[in-house]
């Protein structure tokens, strides 16, 4: 293996671990990668929202809207590990190796891999399911006191 080839391991735990800010796509595709550059967008929007309930509370409506954006962002880097330790040793180097056999290791599965997987399963859904959650049950909540504000 050369010192240049993607490790699947490595960019699967960056995924799960810190794909909220981007790092397994810039340690794939470098720091010009400009959907790399989304993640921390979307994260810094979630987080916003978070320091708006905060200081605000619950009933800010902006941050009904801007934390979900946070849960998407790591549902998103967990998605992308899911995939990146599922997929096969030669699709692997194929995409992300192509100067190296299909057969090179850098592709290869392993427990910490498999670790990573279930890491990011677990902590995906927690995330988006959470977050989702949040938002829309504070819409619905604030959909009811609209119309009780109709009907008196």
Not at 3 to 20: F, R
Not at 25 to 34: M, T, V
Not at 75 to 87: E, H, K, R
Request: hydrophobic share 50%.
């Amino acid at each position: 293996m050369s010192a240049h080839a993607k490790n699947k391991t490595v960019a699967t735990w960056l995924a799960v671990l810190l794909g909220s800010m981007g790092v397994h796509r810039f340690y794939l595709r470098g720091l010009g990668d400009w959907i790399g550059w989304l993640h921390p967008m979307a994260a810094g929007l979630g987080w916003w929202g978070v320091n708006r309930v905060q200081a605000l509370g619950q009933d800010d409506k902006l941050a009904w809207v801007l934390i979900p954006f946070l849960g998407s962002s790591i549902a998103a880097g967990c998605l992308a590990g899911i995939v990146y330790a599922l997929s096969d040793r030669p699709k692997w180097n194929r995409w992300f190796n192509p100067a190296h056999n299909d057969e090179a290791s850098a592709g290869a599965t392993n427990w910490l891999t498999i670790g990573a997987l279930v890491l990011g399963l677990l902590l995906g859904t927690v995330a988006f399911m959470g977050s989702l959650t949040y938002g829309i049950q504070h819409y619905f909540e604030y959909q009811i006191e609209e119309a009780r504000k109709i009907s008196q």
